[in-house]
C-alpha cells in the first residue's frame, strides 16, 4: 500500500472517532447513544486500517541512496584511467566483467533508476508501477505491494495478478474491505499510467567491447556531470543522444566504470571486486 494513502482513512478514521464520542453526552435516550458508538466504532477501523498502511513496512527497500554512493565514488582522471582500462580489457575479460555487471544486483540497480523493466529486465518504455494485493482473513490483513518501474507487459500481468487476488480476497474481513477500497482504484490508476508493450527485440542493456571502446571518450564527460549532481537518468539519455547507444547501455557503463573503480581501490576485495558496489556505502 501505497504509505501516504494511509493518511486518509486515518484522519476519516479519527474524525469518525472523535466526532461522535463528543455528540454522546448530548443524547436524550440509549438508542441515540448506541447509533454514535457504532459510528466511533467504524470510525476506529477505519483509522486502524490507515495507521497501519502509514507505519507498515515497505516490501521492497530503495537503493537510490546506493546507486548514488556508487557515483559519487567516481572522480575525473580516475574515470579516464579505467575508461581506457575497460576498452582494453579484451573479449574474456569482458565476458567475466559481464557476468557481474549483469548480475542481480546490477539489474536492481538499473530498473530502479528506471532504465529497464525490474521485472524481465529489457530497456524501454517503463512507468513507476505501484501495486497492492490484499486478502482479508476475518480479522487479519495480509497485503504485498509492488513499487517500482515496470514495462508495459509485466505492469499489466501485475495488475492483473494483484487486482484478481484483491477483488477475490480483499473482501473477507473488515480491515481488508476498508484496504481493499482503496486498493482497487490506486491499482487502476497504475495499470492507466503504463505505457505500451515493450518492442518484441528489446533487451536487458548489455555492455559489449566495441562499446566500451566506443564510450571511453564520453567516460569523463560523464563522470563531470555526475560530479555536478545531476541524476544518472538525465545523463545517460543525453550520452546517448549524442553517441546513439541507449541510455540503459549508458548506465550499465557507468555502473561498470565505478565497479571498476571500486575493485581497483579495495583489492582485498574477494574476486578481484568488479561486483563490490554494494560494499561503497558501508
Ligand atoms: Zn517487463
Known amino acids: 500500500m501505497n504509505r501516504k494513502l494511509g493518511y486518509f482513512p486515518l484522519a476519516l478514521g479519527a474524525v469518525l472517532l472523535v466526532a461522535p464520542l463528543s455528540m454522546v453526552p448530548f443524547q436524550d435516550g440509549p438508542g ?6 457504532v459510528m466511533a466504532a467504524f470510525g476506529a477501523l477505519f483509522a486502524w486500517a ?46 567475466r566483467l559481464a557476468g557481474e555487471v549483469a548480475g542481480s544486483r546490477f539489474a536492481e540497480l538499473l530498473a530502479d533508476a528506471g532504465f529497464a523493466c525490474e521485472k524481465c529486465g529489457r530497456e524501454g518504455p517503463v512507468h513507476r508501477a505501484d501495486y497492492t494485493e490484499v486478502k482479508g482473513w476475518l480479522l487479519y490483513v ?66 559489449t567491447g566495441e562499446l566500451l571502446r566506443r564510450l571511453e571518450p564520453e567516460a569523463p564527460v560523464l563522470a563531470a556531470r555526475l560530479g555536478k549532481g545531476q541524476t544518472l537518468p538525465s545523463v545517460a539519455r543525453a550520452a546517448a543522444a549524442k553517441t546513439g547507444v541507449s541510455p540503459g547501455r549508458i548506465g550499465l557503463y557507468v555502473l561498470a566504470l565505478a565497479a571498476a573503480g571500486e575493485g581497483a581501490g579495495a583489492a582485498t576485495d574477494r574476486g578481484g571486486g568488479t561486483g563490490g558496489g554494494a560494499g561503497a556505502r558501508r
Open 32 to 37: 441515540g447513544v448506541v447509533r454514535l458508538l
Open 142 to 207: 495480509e497485503t504485498r505491494s509492488f513499487r517500482g518501474f515496470l514495462c508495459g507487459g509485466c505492469s499489466r500481468e501485475l495488475f492483473s495478478e494483484f487486482t484478481a487476488a484483491t477483488a477475490v480476497r480483499g473482501w473477507l474481513g473488515v480491515k481488508s474491505l476498508l484496504l481493499t477500497l482503496i486498493a482497487l482504484p490506486v491499482n487502476g490508476i497504475s495499470r492507466m499510467r503504463a505505457p505500451g508493450p515493450l518492442d518484441p527485440e528489446a533487451e536487458p542493456p548489455r555492455l
Open 50 to 95: 490507515g495507521f497501519e498502511a502509514v507505519t507498515g513496512r515497505e516490501d521492497r527497500r530503495r537503493s537510490g541512496g546506493e546507486l548514488a554512493a556508487v557515483f559519487r565514488s567516481l572522480d575525473g582522471e580516475r574515470v579516464s584511467a579505467l575508461a581506457r582500462g575497460l576498452a582494453r580489457i579484451g573479449t574474456a575479460g569482458l565476458d
